[in-house]
């Protein structure tokens, strides 16, 4: 099962349901958070762990940061992981690559690794500005990726359940679609 934990979404879980839409899209998810466990579909490809902080969490997957510095990360030692962040919040980037760890940047700056291509009704191109390895270890160069999704889905989560995908060597060159979350 691959393994996905979100650290600190907003109240309103909007990053949280817009990365469990993307993993039940592309094999179901069993999801764990603070109302407890469910399942989206009969036998789940993700596990997605929804937390507040990292303590005591270790992570051989994707962890994904939420937005500004909702996400506190200190005492990371997670290996085997690779860290999805908004590039706004330096404090937590900064952190991340303390520890070593692969950090994947997300936003509308060309300096991110994936970035805003273009957005237009219903559809975001985002683009993967540098090579990638994936959790498993395969090399992902430079491309677009189509993602077809509801137009009220603010960029982040967008990009960040795009990169839960790719990082999970979910097939990207037809593009992913997200429902609403």
Do not use: W
């Not at 939420?66 to 404090?91: H, N, Q, T, Y």
């Amino acid at each position: 099962m691959k393994k996905v934990i979100i650290l600190g979404d907003d109240s309103r879980g909007l990053l949280t349901r817009t990365v469990v839409s993307a993993c039940t899209a592309y094999g179901g998810a069993l999801v764990i958070d603070s109302s407890g466990l469910y399942e989206t579909s009969e036998k789940p490809d993700f596990m997605v762990l929804c937390r507040e902080h990292i303590s005591g969490i270790g992570c051989n997957g994707v962890i994904v940061f939420g937005e500004g510095d909702r996400g506190c990360c200190p005492d990371l030692k997670a290996s085997g992981c690779i860290a999805v962040a908004d590039s706004g919040c330096r404090r937590i980037l900064s952190s991340l690559i303390e520890s070593g760890i692969t950090v994947i940047g997300c936003s509308s700056s060309g300096r991110d690794t994936l970035t805003l291509s273009c957005r237009s009704a219903g559809r975001v191109i985002l683009s993967l500005q540098r090579t990638v390895r994936t959790v498993s270890g395969k090399v992902i160069d430079p491309s677009e990726i189509e993602v077809r999704c509801p137009e009220e889905i603010p960029l982040y989560p967008v990009c960040a359940a795009a990169c839960v995908l790719l990082l999970n060597d979910v097939p990207y060159e037809k593009g992913y679609l997200f429902e609403t979350p």
